[in-house]
């Protein structure tokens, strides 16, 4: 899926924070397994960024993606990826709000894809 609420909450232990949306389909696995990844997206992925925010019966199809060692997608081209034990999850509304402890993160260098205000934005540097 993709998440509008992501955010680092702790470096001791790392913890970081993501909303799902109740009704998601992605939600009740996270909340059965007890394990999510996070794949932050680079600038140039909107189209991968769109796609996991649609309800599609299956997201992945014709996709190439691999698994991780704990079966977790791991999506090509991504900034980052943070494989996530759920550490709490705890209500918010029509959401949930999961902590996860990052057990293993990798990262390269890009521009991150952003979404403010309804729509893809990019950095502007500092002059």
């Known amino acids: 899926m993709t998440v509008n609420s992501f955010t680092s909450v702790s470096l001791q232990p790392p913890l970081v924070l993501v909303c799902l949306a109740k009704d998601a389909r992605t939600t009740p696995a996270v909340q059965a397994r007890g394990w999510f990844a996070v794949n932050i997206l680079q600038e140039g992925q909107v189209e991968l960024s769109n796609r996991f925010a ?3 019966e299956d997201r992945f199809a014709g996709l190439k993606f691999s698994l991780d060692e704990y079966g977790l997608p791991i999506l090509p081209g991504c900034i980052a990826h943070l494989v996530c034990r759920v550490y709490r999850i705890d209500p918010g509304g029509d959401h949930i709000i999961v902590l996860g402890e990052v057990v293993k993160a990798e990262f390269q260098e890009a521009a991150p894809l952003l979404f403010f205000r309804g729509g ?3 950095i502007v540097p500092r002059t």
Request: proline share 0%; no cysteine; aromatic share 16%.
């Open 54 to 56: 649609q309800s599609e």
């Open 120 to 122: 893809y934005a990019a």
